[in-house]
Nanobody, 121 residues
Framework: VQLQASGGGLVQAGGSLRLSCAAS??????YGWFRQAPGKEREFVAF????????YYADSVKGRCTISRDNAKNTVSLQMNGLKPEDTAVYYC?????????????????WGQGTLVTVSS
């Protein structure tokens, strides 16, 4: 099983980025995006349930981010708009086979390698 995250980069405040996570090997019940800024703990960003595309967001990104999945490509994407300097972090995609909405990193079994998002002011 492999998760491959991509799409990070440098963007000005107010700009947009689209992160993508390609999953190979199998399909999971739930996928999440997390982020980790320097010196901080990894934090939850967004979740999607594969079966019915139910989504859940952290309050810090609600209204600015949209998580989605592409059934044909077996990918999960995170569209981020209105980016702020405090969104700067390494973003990770993750997958789990549990039920329900999962927001804790320990609930996820597989992780991508991370992609850096830098938002300049």
């Amino acid at each position: 099983v492999q998760l491959q995250a991509s799409g990070g980069g440098l963007v000005q405040a107010g700009g947009s980025l689209r992160l993508s996570c390609a999953a190979s090997g199998r399909r999971f019940n739930g996928y999440g995006w997390f982020r980790q800024a320097p010196g901080k703990e990894r934090e939850f960003v967004a979740f999607i349930r594969w079966s019915d595309t139910y989504t859940y967001y952290a309050d810090s990104v609600k209204g600015r981010c949209t998580i989605s999945r592409d059934n044909a490509k077996n990918t999960v994407s995170l569209q981020m708009n209105g980016l702020k300097p405090e969104d700067t972090a390494v973003y990770y995609c993750a997958a789990h086979q549990r039920t329900g909405v999962r927001t804790r990193p320990n609930d996820y079994d597989y992780w991508g390698q991370g992609t850096l998002v830098t938002v300049s002011s």
